[in-house]
């Protein structure tokens, strides 16, 4: 195991090194292929980009202590009304609130 881990660390990179665009980009492009070089499979980059997914936001709500909340909010208006992100803060800025209603949820202006 200790040599596994020793392997490991000698063979990464440290995480601040992922703000720089291309070391991400990089990362992103060698889940679609295997070891070989060759495409994977598209469930193999799937469950891939799933486990790099939970790390990502793992390592988000770590690094912003009280804002989990507000990236799963973040993220799930992105990801679930397909919003860009520039969009989703607009509804930030207008102080849109959402709350869970019977049967789905409820959308206004946060005071009204």
């Known amino acids: 195991m200790i040599l596994a881990l020793d ?8 995480v601040s090194e992922l703000e720089e665009p291309d070391v991400l980009r990089r ?19 799937m469950r891939r980009k799933a486990a790099v997914n939970e790390v990502f936001g ?16 973040f993220f799930g208006c992105m990801y679930y009304a397909a919003m860009r ?9 207008l102080s849109v609130a959402c709350r869970r209603v019977a049967g789905g949820f409820s959308i206004s202006r946060a005071g009204s």
């Open 7 to 14: 392997w490991l660390q000698r063979h990464s990179l440290p």
């Open 27 to 45: 990362g992103l492009d060698a889940l679609c292929r295997k070891v070989d070089g060759t495409a994977a499979a598209a469930k193999t980059v």
């Open 58 to 73: 793992a390592a988000a709500i770590k690094a912003l202590p009280g804002r989990g909340p507000h990236l799963f909010a």
């Open 85 to 93: 992100p520039a969009e989703v803060i607009r509804l930030q800025n």
